[in-house]
């Protein structure tokens, strides 16, 4: 069973429509829910962390918010640049400092 | 943002040999690192996780005399690849955590290991 799911596995959107990625996890005792944004042929670039339900973080075109269920990533007017594979992780206490990775979100922005 | 980096970004090697790829933080002191692998259109798998001063743990299934792991300072890890088989061929990356912000870990840009 997947501890992490994330839908959808792809996504396209036009330049300017806002959309929500989804990441639900099904962990128990959740220590911390983390976004990754990666290119292709890159490392995952770090966007946020989330540590308990309700809480909100944003950046620029981004807003990450986590319920005790699932987290979603809003993506706010997006640009073609923004295009990128979106990875959603946990760490749990039964998996130490471990992270558990969601399969991605390809996002497709076109101009 | 801590700043991992790792070297090379990319290595082609002759079946039979072995390779090393470093992964080092650069503004921060990483007790605990990890090297992951991923293969194309898939999501990263962890291999094994680093401990200064320790042995690795590697997970389920990954051959620890074949990927060797050393974390001889708090900013070196090492991950080297014995005998290189062609199925190695993978992108590896590691990721190190930062003790200034909880739970937090920071990628490397990877290496692109292809085995001939």
């Known amino acids: 069973e997947d501890q992490v799911t994330q839908s959808p596995e792809a996504l396209r959107l036009q330049e300017g429509e806002s959309s929500s990625l989804n990441c639900s996890y099904t962990v128990s005792g959740l220590r911390g829910l983390f976004w990754y944004r990666q290119d292709p042929g890159k490392g995952p670039e770090f966007l946020f962390t989330?540590?308990?339900a309700g809480e909100e973080k944003e950046k620029e075109r981004l807003k990450a918010t986590l319920t005790k269920k699932e987290s979603f990533l809003h993506i706010t007017a997006p640009k073609p640049e923004d295009s990128a594979t979106y990875l959603c992780?946990?760490?749990?206490?039964?998996?130490?400092?471990?992270?558990?990775f969601g399969a991605g979100t390809i996002l497709r922005v076109k101009s | 943002g801590a700043v991992v980096s790792q070297h090379p970004s990319w290595v082609i090697c002759k079946s039979g040999t072995s390779v090393k790829i470093e992964c080092r933080s650069l503004?921060?002191?990483?007790?605990?690192m990890f090297w992951y692998r991923q293969f194309p259109k898939q999501s990263l798998m962890l291999m094994a996780t680093?401990?200064?001063?320790?042995?690795?743990?590697?997970e389920q299934g990954v051959e620890k005399d074949k990927f060797l792991i050393n974390h001889a300072s708090l900013t070196l890890s090492t991950l080297t690849v014995t005998s290189a088989h062609p199925e190695d061929s993978s992108f590896y990356i590691c990721?190190?955590?930062?003790?200034?912000?909880?739970?937090?870990?920071?990628f490397g840009p990877g290496t692109r290991l292809t085995v001939t």
């Open positions: 680093s401990n200064e001063g320790s042995k690795a743990t590697y």
């Open positions: 503004d921060f002191q990483a007790t605990t």
């Open positions: 992780a946990v760490q749990a206490q039964e998996y130490g400092n471990k992270l558990v």
């Open positions: 990721s190190a955590m930062d003790p200034r912000a909880t739970y937090e870990q920071y």
């Open positions: 989330l540590y308990s």
